[in-house]
């Protein structure tokens, strides 16, 4: 039973990981969470293996929605290129940063963070510029050093901070969504192998885990993911902008809500 629910996180998570280009990290963790809970995991490591084991699932629901986008000629290469620099970096210092909190204030910050970024999507539209003005290199950098660590930290791929970024300097909505489906293979890859460095011996881990990764998990998601994946990214190219931007803010509302209150 727990495998089929896994699934079914992992059919949502992919479809939703094409459709936004958010690797599918903001559906993933807090339906982990929730799994987790109900199958009597220690509450001091749950959110933890949700976060990681969400980065597994990303490492490769994002490479399949990239490889959509990319055929769609959505993905921005010199802003991928750009921003790679601190992807990597950012990604580690994430995770080693995730493993030295709690899992109740993980959960608050996580919450807090889908909070933020929806209602600048909602409220905030105005931050977006008419006219592209990409930064230079150190400052792109900077930027990827940033979307690194935070997505890595809760688990989110990179899309959740990417594609706000990107579209704020003017890059288009689809394309957004197409590059930072690129970005999230190099978050996830690093952050996967950071988590399982960083829980090694962290105790309460259930039987499957490696780490912060939860195996029956990332298969059930996986299995699923890379299916929907291609969906997605097939439907987001037949709706308009604005409403891309809406779906996206009200989806992280939901999850943070449920984070935030339980």
Request: contains cysteine; charged residues 10%; positive net charge.
């Amino acid at each position: 039973m727990s495998f089929l629910i896994f699934a079914a996180i992992g059919a949502l998570a992919g479809f939703l990981a094409g459709l936004f280009g958010i690797g599918g990290g903001a559906v993933i963790v807090p339906l982990l969470v929730l799994t987790f809970g109900v199958l009597g995991f220690s509450s001091e490591t749950i959110v933890h293996l949700a976060t990681g084991t969400s980065l597994a699932t990303i490492a490769i629901t994002s490479l399949s929605s990239a490889r959509a986008h990319f055929i769609r000629r959505c993905v921005r290469v010199d802003c991928l290129r750009k921003l790679l620099p601190g992807l990597i970096p950012g990604a580690m210092l994430g995770v080693v940063i995730g493993g030295q909190l709690s899992g109740p204030v993980m959960s608050l910050l996580l919450g807090g963070f889908f909070v933020a970024v929806a209602l600048k999507l909602l409220i905030a539209p105005g931050l977006a510029r008419d006219k592209e003005r990409l930064l230079p290199l150190p400052g792109m950098a900077g930027a990827g050093g940033v979307i690194g660590a935070v997505s890595s930290l809760f688990g989110v791929g990179g899309g959740t901070l990417s594609v706000p970024f990107l579209e704020w300097r003017g890059v288009s909505m689809r394309s957004a969504v197409g590059t930072s489906s690129a970005c999230g293979v190099p978050i996830a890859v690093i952050g996967a192998v950071t988590a399982v460095v960083v829980g090694w011996h962290s105790p309460g881990l259930p039987h499957g885990a490696t780490g912060y990764i939860y195996w029956p998990a990332f298969l059930g998601i996986v299995l699923m993911s890379v299916l929907t994946a291609r969906l997605g990214a097939r439907v987001a190219h037949y709706l308009s902008e604005r409403w891309l931007k809406r779906i996206f803010a009200v989806l992280l509302l939901v999850m943070a809500l449920k984070l935030l209150f339980g």
